[in-house]
């Protein structure tokens, strides 16, 4: 007979040996920094400030990577890229206060687009915890109460025995599905704190699977497989989970149209004969899903950008797939699966049987080719020609950070990703500054790689000060600033609504000029010569910088 005590894992001589005498001078930083270790983190971003400084002098004395920007907000950014890249937990180091609130629109972004950051602030001392008004610098009457309502879950830890226990739960939190940002904080004091616990050596935070229940999926299959006119939509959720085999798969199975969303760029081969690659902001394409008699939607929640701004109405049977408990039938009626994407995948190419569907190839030839002709009556040769060029001239592995700007905008609906995990831009939260502190993360996660960052002039200026950070570190970032002299689509948009535009005209640096002080070797480029300019650019270790003078324009919109 076995019983619980049984089971308990005894320590070692050498563990006890290293318990009975840890070393001294440790601190409540040093406790973080191991649980961190213990938990496979090998690299940190962020910023120091006061409160924190006990937290970033343990981070001196170990082997963590520091990657320092200039601004907190690009910090959460950076991390935001390094954890969509590498799908691993980043710890992101924040200050008190002021410090920590600067990072609220990356986290913000992280959380629209699941990425598992670990942002882990300091707090003003204990003393000065609870709201009581002491006067504390950076002090907050609720510093959490800021971030709660926009990160996936919160932790706070009062004393140093409480840090590894703390640390681990959000890691675990982080890295189960859906993936988000989770927030961590811990007093000045408490950071600063000797503490007689241990060394952290045996941390585990395994996150949770989110397996599909088998009564749903089976019903799903039943649909599918009766289905006379299926259609796959496939969002980020599908990219997250490593699921593009199983899509392909499935779609193959059942002849089923795909099209990817903004946030599940490359989830689907953009040539393959069943892509209708990613033009949801078109009324041809709206139409036909509409049209679907059964419509498989996998790691989507249908939002403002994914329906052409709510104004997609499925007349059939809808089934979503989606990790996100909140976003289960939150725009549509349908049968909602809460699961990952690669096991709901994995449970449906088990159970669906082959469909044959010798039309479906010409059906999406059909709607593409509508909407082509709906672009050839526009003036929009320039933005499709600049989208080829980079297209071209990036590496089909290298990837890809694009800004809240026209040529972004663009890119969401006509350019082929690829690959999955490549392209990606704040699409989620929609702030700007995204692109370039993204691209360095990106840089980061995958060394020796090239990686693109394209923004706008007025975006950029969020940035300029990462022009620093890239030099520091040596990064392999191309940074592309489209500049039209402003908030390019704002001037659209107010013009196209009021009749004239307030506020988005702008005064900037000469960037070459900027770029070069900062030892960053920079050049002006043309439509005409970008693809090879770009290539060349990509192609040089190290930091650069192109800047296209030209004034884009959008297609013009079909859901008004």
Known sequence: MTHDHDLVLRPTEAQTAAALAPPPGRTGGDLVVETLRSLGATTVFGLPGQHALGMFDAVGRSDLRLIGLRTENNAGFAADAYGRITGEAVPLLLSTGPGALMALPALAEAAAASAPVLAIASQ??????????????????????????????????????????????????????????????????????????????????TPHELAPRPELTAVAAHWL??????????????????AAGKLKQLAERLNAPVVTTFGGKGAFPWTHPLSLQSWL???????????????????????????????????????????????????????????????????LLETVPVREDPYAPDRVKLVLSDIAERLSGQDVGLEQQLLTSIRAALPARSPSFWDMTILSYWAWSAFDAKHPNTMHSAQGAGGLGYAFPAALGACVAEPGTPVLAVSGDGGAMYSIAELATARQHDLDVTWLIVDDGGYGILREYMTDSFGRATGTELTRPDFVALAASFGVPAATT?????????KKALATPGPSLLLLPATLRMFAPTHL
């Open 526 to 534: 043309t439509p005409q010569s970008l693809k090879d300019d770009l």
């Open 225 to 242: 497989a009766k289905a006379a006119r299926p259609v796959i939509v496939a969002g980020g959720g599908v990219v997250r989970a490593d």
């Open 124 to 205: 003003v001392p204990v003393a000065g915890l609870g709201g009581g008004r002491r006067g504390h610098l950076h002090e907050l009457r609720d510093q959490a109460a800021s971030f709660r309502d926009v990160v996936k879950s919160v932790h706070v830890a009062r004393t140093p025995s409480q840090i590894p226990s703390v640390v681990a739960e959000a890691w675990e939190s982080a890295l189960t599905a859906p993936h988000g940002p989770v927030w961590v904080e811990i007093p000045e004091d408490v950071l600063r704190a000797e503490t007689l616990v241990p060394q952290v050596t045996g941390m585990d935070a």
């Open 281 to 347: 902001e078109d009324r041809h394409m709206t139409d036909f899903l509409e049209d679907a008699d059964v419509l498989l939607v996998v790691g989507s929640g249908l939002g403002e950008l994914s329906s052409n701004y709510h104004t997609f109405f499925p007349t059939g049977r809808v089934i979503q797939i989606e990790a996100d408990l909140g976003k289960l039938e939150s725009n549509h009626p349908g049968l909602g699966i809460h699961a990952d994407a690669r096991l709901a995948l994995q449970a």
